[in-house]
């Protein structure tokens, strides 16, 4: 099946990092392609935050998700919408931080919008 991809035009925030385009298995960061999985906050990016599939994430990844510093953690989880196994969240509800699952592209797209305004928010993306 062919996909489309979506170039984003955001204004850009001096300083942070934006999603500007992401298509099949990929987001580009500043106009920087990344292939994988990777973890995008408006001050750093994380490339290889795991080497999981969605069906293999263990709950070490969500205790890297919960000392982020970030209030909400958008999850990518790939091309489609997936939800993590409710065991999984709980290093985040320890750590009082919410997350949103969707697909890479809603993640991109919600990503920039929140730190357009002002949130603290890290995009967890899951690559296939």
């Not at 942070?16 to 987001?27: K, L, M, R």
Request: proline residues 5%.
């Amino acid at each position: 099946m062919h996909r489309n991809f979506m170039k984003l035009q955001a204004t850009p925030f001096e300083g942070q990092n934006t999603f500007t385009a992401y298509g099949d298995g990929y987001a580009s960061v500043n106009a920087v392609r990344h292939n994988g999985n990777l973890i995008v906050l408006p001050d750093r990016i994380i490339p290889a935050w795991t080497q999981a599939t969605f069906e293999t994430l263990a709950i070490a990844d969500f205790e890297l998700l919960a000392k982020l510093d970030a209030e909400i953690i958008l999850l990518g989880t790939g091309a489609r919408l997936r939800f993590p196994r409710p065991e999984l969240l709980r290093p985040l509800m320890g750590a009082r931080k919410g997350l949103e699952a969707m697909d890479l592209a809603a993640a991109c797209r919600t990503y920039n919008v929140l730190i357009s305004e002002g949130r603290k928010v890290a995009a967890a993306l899951l690559s296939a």
